[in-house]
């Protein structure tokens, strides 16, 4: 008989119990019924487990540590028991042929059912020389893997953008997994690190309904990052009223005022920060007193100081902004239009003089 | 060609003065409405990215970014929505009502005055020539600078309004799923839209000093033109 995820949820110590309270909390995470509970419950009973594999390629492993402190002990525990399993090279007990030889079976025992999981992203230039794993570079090792699995869940920002090591100029010419893998569905859950609750919810939906979550335009789930930080930010009262931290040591930050001024992207970010939290719903960046840094968005390394609301544009020089640009061509121009009313009434006194000695001319 | 001929008469030191009916009454009312909307927009625009000074005491007393931004939100309504009405009216009204959409591109002797018009601005000509619409260097600098201008700056501020009007809003829709992964995220998209407001600037400047310098300097009625719609020639 195949094994259900119960079964080795069973294997691995954990209690019904403890089992009944995971489904019901992934229920409410999604944002399902209470009815949904029993109905995750009786998936993780009877399906047969899908298996997860979890490659790393260049990355920091913050987003494996974000997972394994997931809030609730309990969803790390059950999830962890569903990947940790299969492969994952950071978390397994196998190591070297053997951990390898697990990646073989896999791919043919479950071809086209699995669950391919990337941190991280592979290096393109140098034939991808600068990522190698088991003796090849691992942009083939993805390529091998993504070949029969059933989808990709893109962690964090280096597998959905390309993040840090792919900032300007990217050397090394790191390329997210989607530019990569184009014949499979990707979806993307960025964030340096991505959030933990939100990567054992995206995980937990996808292995009990085996469908994809509803994706954005971009790829990432829409449960998740439908809205930005600044829609459902606890300072955004102080946002409308006007108030604002100007520095990290006035008045205003102590009262805890909107840090739009601080060069907050808040405004432009979008991810479940401001709901969920982090830290087991302890804090965020904001409640701590620090400006969103942007970073589940898109070459936010790239977008200039994390402390102005203006940013940089590259284009116009390394310190430039719209601001700086609109007002130097704008300056030039009213210096420009001084001039010209200038010359224009000259000339036009000149034309006026050369008139009137003519007239003076025609009169005599 | 439609012109209408509408009156013919003595002007000052007995000269002759001709006056056609050019720019029709939606287009001049348009004109100042969004001329008006335009300011609004920028000042408040400016603002939003560049609040302020921060305000003291509780948050419930005070609405200073709120306004702001529905003055912006407000003024913007009224910029879309007039000009679609002034597409509308490309349609419908006379032959200069489509001057600031269509550009006789492949029409070698409009060029050849709009290099004409260029070397008047640069003081290479000594005289000024008579244009019934438009003057083609204006034209072609409002058809770059205003229609595309302001359908850019349209475009990238409705999607800018559905981030914050969220998924199943009309201009989440129509524009912020694609607009703002065409930019490749929100902080961009806030950027060329700020970068937009200063060419927007830049374009009422140069226009409103051309306007009033051209209304000095040229054979022809400007300003007054924009407010009655006819165009008068002084000689
Ligand atoms: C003449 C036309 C316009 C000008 C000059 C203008 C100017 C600006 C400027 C300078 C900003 C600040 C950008 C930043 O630094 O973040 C802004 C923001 C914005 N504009 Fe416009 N805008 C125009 C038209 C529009 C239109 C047609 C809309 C559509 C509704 C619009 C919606 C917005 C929105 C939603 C924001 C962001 C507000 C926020 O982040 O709180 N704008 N605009
Ligand atoms: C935000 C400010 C303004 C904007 C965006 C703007 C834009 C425009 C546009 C798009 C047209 C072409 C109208 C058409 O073909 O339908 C136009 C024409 C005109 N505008 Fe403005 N305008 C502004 C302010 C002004 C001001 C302050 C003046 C007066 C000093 C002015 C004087 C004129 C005149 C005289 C014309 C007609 C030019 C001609 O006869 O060829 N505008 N403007
Ligand atoms: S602190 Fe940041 S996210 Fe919060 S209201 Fe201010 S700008 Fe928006």
Redesign the pocket.
């Known amino acids: 008989m195949t094994e259900t995820f119960y079964d080795v949820l069973r294997r691995q110590g954990i209690s019904r119990r403890s089992f009944m309270k995971f489904c019901s909390l992934t229920a409410t995470s999604l944002g399902l019924a209470p009815a949904f509970a029993p109905k995750i419950a009786h998936a993780l009973e009877n399906k047969p487990r899908t298996p997860v594999i979890w490659l790393h390629g260049l990355e920091c492993t913050c987003c494996s540590e974000s997972f394994i402190r997931s809030a609730h002990p309990l969803a790390k525990d059950v999830v962890l028991s569903m990947l940790s399993l299969d492969y994952d090279d950071t978390l397994m007990a196998a190591a070297g042929h053997q951990a390898e030889a697990i990646l073989d079976e896999i791919k043919k025992k479950y071809k086209g059912n699995y669950i391919l999981a990337v941190e991280g992203n592979p290096p393109l230039n140098e034939d991808g020389m600068f990522c190698f794993q088991g003796g090849k570079p691992f942009v083939e090792k993805l390529k091998y893997m993504a070949a029969d699995c059933k989808a990709i869940i893109a962690w964090g920002s280096c597998a959905s953008w390309g993040c840090v090591q792919a900032a300007k100029p990217n050397p090394t010419r790191a390329t997210p997994v989607h530019k990569v893998i184009t014949d499979k569905p990707v979806i993307k859950v960025p964030g340096c690190p991505p959030i933990a609750e939100v990567m054992t919810g995206v995980v937990t939906y996808m292995l009990t309904f085996e469908r994809l979550p509803e994706l954005d335009r971009q790829g990432r789930p829409k449960m998740f990052y439908g809205q930005r930080i600044h829609d459902k930010c606890y300072r955004r009262p102080h946002f409308d009223a006007g108030q604002f931290v100007e520095g990290w040591d006035d008045e205003a930050a102590r009262r805890g005022y909107c840090l739009y001024k601080m060069g907050c992207k808040g405004p432009t970010t979008y991810n479940a920060c401001s709901t969920t939290r982090w830290n087991g719903g302890v804090s965020f960046p904001i409640q701590s007193g620090h400006g969103c840094i942007g970073c589940s968005e898109d070459g936010f390394w790239d977008k200039g100081s994390f402390y102005d609301r203006i940013t940089d544009i590259k284009q116009f020089g390394i310190e430039s902004n719209a601001d700086k640009v609109g007002m130097a061509v704008a300056g030039g121009v009213g210096a420009a239009i001084a001039a010209h009313a200038a010359v224009t009434a000259l000339s036009r006194a000149k034309v006026k003089q050369g008139n009137a000695s003519q007239e003076q001319k025609q009169g005599e | 060609m439609h012109i209408e001929r509408e009156f013919r008469g003595e002007g000052p030191g007995g000269r002759q003065v001709l006056s056609y009916y050019v720019y029709e009454a939606p287009?001049r009312l348009w004109?100042w409405v969004?001329?008006l909307a335009?300011?609004v927009l920028a000042v408040t625009g400016y603002f939003i990215g560049k609040p302020l000074p921060s305000m003291g005491g509780e948050a419930s007393d005070h609405y200073v970014m709120g306004t702001i931004r529905f003055a912006h939100f407000a003024a913007a309504y009224v910029f879309v929505f007039g000009f679609i009405g002034?597409i509308y009216w490309a349609f419908v009204g006379n032959h200069?009502?489509r001057?600031?959409f269509i550009l006789p591109f492949w029409d070698k002797a409009w060029w050849g005055e709009v290099f004409f018009e260029l070397r008047w601005y640069l003081f290479l000509e000594p005289k000024p020539k008579k244009y019934i619409?438009?003057?083609p260097l204006?034209q072609l600098s409002?058809f770059f600078a205003?229609t595309l201008g302001a359908t850019f700056l349209i475009v990238t501020g409705l999607a800018l309004y559905g981030e914050g009007a969220q998924a199943g809003h009309w201009t989440h829709t129509l524009f912020t799923s694609w607009v703002i992964p065409l930019f490749g995220q929100s902080q961009d998209v806030h950027t060329w839209h700020r970068l937009a407001m200063w060419a927007f600037v830049v374009f009422?400047m140069i226009?409103?000093y051309a306007?009033?310098r051209e209304d000095i300097m040229s054979r022809q009625s400007?300003?007054s033109?924009?407010v009655s719609g006819h165009r008068m020639f002084k000689d």
């Open positions: 287009v004109h969004n001329a335009i300011v002034r200069h009502a001057q600031l619409g438009h003057n204006a409002m205003f009422v226009h409103v306007a009033i400007l300003i033109t924009m």
